[in-house]
């Protein structure tokens, strides 16, 4: 079997619908099983998103699994970070059945071991076992539907933590479109005392990159707050472990600047987060900073370091908005057990928490940070091997990164930890990386205030459009 177009990207398998669901899901299922092993729990947690290639996606690889003498237990369509809690709170594997923020056309499936997320390492071992064991015509047995609602399991967790009507007094919009969490998110506010404004259903899917929302969706943020008078507006990616949050203003709030509100909110003893992330992170956090390569699985390679090393409290997130838990952190008199994996409720309520104790609204507490400003946005259907070799020519070629960057400003230093990160002389910053997850060029920039980030990125990326003959 050909799987040289499925591949694991920075969280995740990713590949065309069409093929993940013409056999490779079963297999990667079988492999799943087999990287297990005969001494794993042999029930496993399956769950999936709500694009049309996904019940299908489900079945086979729940079909993988069982033809290896596991059996799956089949939780519906719930959010990625809901399903990952379940299954390690019951010591169970568990796989999700998502594309994530990726477009319809595009799915993935993301695995769980009972104690949280695959490594980099298990990737390579399950892929290897997917290519090596061929699949067979497996026939579904054992497949039981999930008794209980792990959707309500995972409001109650921050029920618990936030008391009673933490939220009254707030009129709240939930941007619905096509997120598995939209039911979600409306009942735990709801459960706050907030009042809900159900906005911009969709019954057919819609990919929605919190790292990169385009201009018409943004104009809708605008218009519905002013329209509905809303103190803010959430909403999550696909599988619901990356949250959208809108100011009053139906201005958007980067996800960096969301992780590092919730960092404070939680009171984190250390925080991991990418190299993407704001260059301000280090002076807005009273703890140590730890960076890392773009990706979960390497936000929580850095997360357990940290907790190797001694800290407590520790905190992962990512510029995508997405929020990790290393470790147990009381808040009160609750403690907030870890959960390992981008999750998008924990910085929704811990931003709107800030927002409520301080008295002040989401735009006041952005401001209050005192941050550089950010932007982010990417070159679409690019494909990998020109993404790569753009990247191989900035990387290895002095002249040519030079000569690219010289209509945006003077070098000062480079980072290469993922990708390319250059300082420039006007205090500006721009990255440039390959996505892990679909074929495109992820471009980010920074600077002094909004306009010039805007101006930078556009620049980047029509230079980078020039350069690779786009």
């Avoid at 990667?28 to 299908?56: H, N, Q, T």
């Avoid at 990726?102 to 071991?113: D, H, Q, T």
């Avoid at 015509?137 to 967790?157: C, F, H, L, N």
Wanted: net charge negative; glycine share 10%; with cysteine.
């Amino acid at each position: 079997m050909n799987c040289s177009s499925v591949t694991f990207g920075t969280s995740g398998l990713r590949g065309l619908a069409s093929e993940l669901s013409g056999g490779i899901a079963e297999n990667y299922g079988r492999a799943f099983a087999l990287f297990l092993g005969s001494d794993a729990a042999k029930e496993i947690l399956v769950a999936s998103d709500l694009r049309d290639s996904s019940p299908l996606i489900k079945e086979q690889v729940m079909a993988g699994l069982a033809a290896e003498g596991f059996s799956p237990i089949d939780c519906g369509s719930v959010p990625t970070p809901a399903l990952a809690l379940a299954a390690m709170s019951r010591g169970l594997p568990s796989a999700m059945v998502t594309g994530s923020h990726i477009p319809a056309e595009r799915n993935g499936i993301k695995f769980y071991l009972p104690s949280g997320e695959i490594s980099k390492a298990d990737e390579a071992a399950i892929a290897q076992l997917a290519q090596t064991h061929a699949a067979t015509a497996a026939r579904p047995g054992g497949t039981k539907q999930m008794a209980g609602d792990i959707g309500a399991e995972y409001v109650e967790r921050y029920c618990r933590l936030l008391g009673e009507n933490c939220f009254q007094g707030l009129r709240i919009g939930v941007y619905e479109h096509s997120t598995v969490s939209r039911d979600l998110i409306s009942h735990l506010l709801e459960r706050q005392g907030a009042e809900v404004v159900r906005l911009g259903h969709a019954d057919v899917f819609m990919a929605l990159d919190t790292e990169s929302i385009e201009g018409a969706t943004k104009d809708l943020l605008k218009n519905w707050s002013a329209a509905h008078g809303l103190d803010a507006i959430v909403s999550a990616d696909g599988d619901g472990d990356r949250p959208l949050i809108a100011d009053e203003h139906g201005k958007i709030v980067p996800g960096d600047i969301i992780g590092i509100i919730t960092a404070k909110f939680l009171g984190a003893g250390a925080v991991v987060t990418p190299v993407t992330s704001n260059s301000g992170t280090e002076q807005s956090l009273p703890c140590p900073v730890f960076r890392s390569r773009v990706g979960s699985p390497f936000v929580i390679a850095g997360m357990e370091q940290a907790r190797r090393a001694g800290l407590q409290a520790i905190v992962g997130f990512e510029a995508n908005g997405g929020v990790l838990l290393g470790s147990d952190i009381r808040i009160g008199k609750e403690v907030l057990p870890a959960l390992p994996t981008r999750d998008a409720f924990l910085p929704i309520v811990s931003l709107l928490s800030a927002c409520a104790r301080e008295r002040r609204t989401v735009s006041e507490l952005v401001r209050g940070l005192g941050l550089p400003i950010t932007a982010a946005g990417k070159l679409e259907n690019i494909p990998g091997h020109v993404a790569h070799a753009f990247m191989h020519s900035m990387t290895h070629v002095q002249e040519q990164l030079s000569s690219f960057l010289r209509p945006l400003g003077e070098l000062l230093s480079v980072d290469h930890t993922d990708g390319l990160r250059a300082a420039l002389s006007n205090r500006s910053i721009v990255h440039f990386r390959a996505s892990g997850n679909e074929p495109a060029l992820r471009c980010y920039a920074e600077a002094a205030s909004e306009e010039e980030a805007l101006a930078l990125l556009s620049l980047a990326t029509i230079q980078i459009a020039h350069q690779i003959g786009e």
